[in-house]
């Protein structure tokens, strides 16, 4: 009888989307405003899509992020980075985003105490304004928010996102995962698209969609938030290479793929890669070190030698931000306000769920590439 293995399939971004792969953002630009980044495979093989690293908290900027992982920081913008346009290159083109052949530029905000202000914030949009031509951005993701809750124009962040949307750059941001608190900037503007959480329990099945639990509510200038929701749970991205997280998931994924015999003779010296338990280490007992290497897996939610699952609506967002650079590759005439106005209008909206926690509802990748394909057509 066949052993079930520990590590569970994870459907990728265009399965569980059901997408149109056609588009794949050739010639659009993706600021990523983000903690912090590090150089990955997905972003920089075969071909290298990194057109600029800034550092908004030092004031530098360079043509690579660092090479080495050597920050907690740099977790989160790398793998937002690689939902948004990471090429799944470790994943022999499995874990691909929807734009595996857009630009990026990546912009740390998160300083060393593990703060992002909201100055760091204004300074990295300011820098995607004063560059936007001459890195081809069109499409600007912030997976990162401001302390104050001001959802007006008065805000520094809102008015620098506001800005860019006005000079037709397309802003997507990640509502939070909160649903009691208010709505932040950036997600706050009035002409950004903010986008909030599905929980789509990594299943083709959309009858057992539900929410995921974002942030979501009516802002003082009257504005509901969020504008669209898309996948955020049981979502794959990438573990940073020469981590000790690394050698853990891919000791762990060979244990895990060995029959009895081989387990026992090679666990002596894989498990030191591992946080597994110090009594399974000598016991000897089969179940007990199954028991303890499922277990460690699901903990980890490592879902291959190179990948884990990871949730929240800061990897809804750049899913979004991906699709707009595939419109945006389809039309490059679309305004932000085309853009936005046909996510919304081809949104399915969860059946049950107020409209307040979910704006237009789920974003329809197909449908609304498709109304982009004839829009473009007429318009030609």
């Known amino acids: 009888m066949e052993r079930q293995q520990a590590v569970k399939p994870?459907?990728?971004?265009?399965?569980?989307?059901?997408?149109d792969i056609r588009a794949?953002?050739?010639g659009v630009g993706i600021a990523m405003i983000d903690s912090d980044f590090v150089r990955h495979p997905d972003l920089m093989k075969p071909v290298n899509r990194i057109t600029r690293y800034v550092d908004a908290v030092q004031g530098a900027e360079s043509d690579a992020?660092?090479?080495?992982?050597?920050?907690?920081?740099q977790w989160h913008g790398t793998m937002t980075a690689c939902t948004a346009a990471g090429n799944g290159y470790l994943s022999q083109g499995v874990y691909t985003s929807l734009a595996p052949n857009a630009t990026l530029t990546l912009i740390r905000t998160m300083n060393d105490h593990?703060?992002?202000?909201?100055?760091?914030?204004?300074e990295a949009l300011e820098y995607v304004g004063d560059h936007a031509e001459e890195l081809q951005i069109r499409v600007v993701n912030?997976?990162?928010y401001a302390d104050e809750v001001d959802q007006t124009l008065d805000h520094p962040v809102n008015d620098a996102v506001d800005r860019l949307v006005r000079n037709g750059i397309c802003v997507i941001s990640a509502v939070g995962n909160n649903p009691n608190v208010p709505i932040r900037p950036p997600a706050a503007t009035p002409s950004g698209i903010a986008v909030g959480g599905l929980n789509d329990n990594n299943s083709l099945r959309s009858d057992d969609d539900t929410m995921y639990p974002s942030t979501f509510g009516r802002t003082t200038l009257g504005v509901q938030k969020p504008d669209v929701i898309a996948p955020a749970i049981y979502l794959p991205a990438p573990i940073l290479l020469g981590t000790p997280q690394r050698k853990e998931a891919a000791a762990l994924c060979a244990m895990d793929a060995m029959d009895d015999d081989m387990l026992l003779a090679c666990a002596p010296s894989l498990m030191p890669h591992t946080q597994l338990p110090v009594s399974v280490w000598t016991s000897?007992?089969?179940?007990?070190?199954?028991?303890?290497?499922?277990?460690?897996?699901?903990?980890e939610q490592i879902c291959g030698p190179f990948y884990k699952m990871v949730d929240g609506t800061s990897f809804s967002s750049p899913i979004v931000a991906s699709i707009v650079a595939q419109m945006l590759e389809l039309d490059p005439t679309l305004t932000p306000a085309d853009v936005k106005q046909l996510l919304i209008d081809h949104a399915?909206?969860?059946e049950g769920v107020p409209a307040m926690n979910q704006g237009a509802g789920v974003v329809h990748q197909t449908d609304t590439l498709a109304a982009v394909r004839r829009g473009a057509s007429v318009s030609a």
């Open 10 to 19: 994870v459907l990728s971004l265009p399965v569980r989307l059901r997408a």
């Open 24 to 26: 794949t953002g050739k």
């Open 65 to 73: 992020p660092p090479a080495k992982a050597n920050k907690a920081r």
């Open 114 to 122: 593990g703060r992002v202000t909201t100055d760091t914030i204004v």
């Open 142 to 144: 912030i997976s990162v």
């Open 284 to 299: 000897r007992s089969l179940s007990e070190l199954r028991a303890a290497i499922r277990t460690r897996i699901a903990t």
């Open 348 to 350: 399915r909206p969860l």
